[in-house]
């Protein structure tokens, strides 16, 4: 295999990286055996034990989502679907059913651009807030820029958080 081979598998992910890990150590432990070395055998169960490992370590761990600082700042004024007095956004707000959802947070003495409502009515006046934005906004729609700019988070999922 080669590295064009693992931009190939890019899109499947850690399955991808699997299949490609794969691929190689059986490759490797059919070259080893050619070789006829007295170690050759216990190499092989090396390679196979890790592959073993690897596969037993995809199926076992489960991904955790968790919102990240996308480094930016930008709103999406009458999209907010949710409101809460906090610096950061909720870990319970960010789960595989919410996937690619943003919040926004301000610091304190940022004065207005509260959302609209009950939703608006638990933050209004509190500071540090952030606001949870509706399904219609998600990464790569444009800011609206009808509120003040405050820190964007991306609810995203990973292994390693």
Do not use: H
Request: net charge positive; hydrophobic share 40%.
């Amino acid at each position: 295999m080669t590295s064009d081979s693992i931009v190939a598998l890019q899109p499947f992910g850690l399955v991808g990286l699997a299949i490609f890990a794969i691929v190689t150590l059986v490759s490797l432990a059919s070259a080893i055996g050619k070789i006829k070395l007295p170690q050759a055998g216990p190499i092989s169960f090396l390679i196979f034990g890790g592959i073993g490992a690897i596969i037993f370590l995809l199926y076992t761990s489960s991904t955790k989502a968790y919102w990240t600082n996308v480094g930016t700042q930008a709103d999406w004024g009458g999209n907010d679907e949710d409101c809460e007095p906090a610096a950061l956004p909720s870990k319970n707000l960010c789960d595989d059913q919410r996937l690619g959802r943003i919040a926004v947070c301000w610091e304190p003495n940022e004065n207005g651009g509260y959302p609209p409502g009950k939703a608006g009515d638990r933050c209004r006046g509190k500071q540090p807030w952030c606001t949870y934005k509706n399904s219609n906004v998600r990464v790569g729609v444009a800011a609206t820029g009808q509120a003040p700019k405050g820190r964007v988070y991306v609810c995203g999922a990973g292994l390693i958080q």
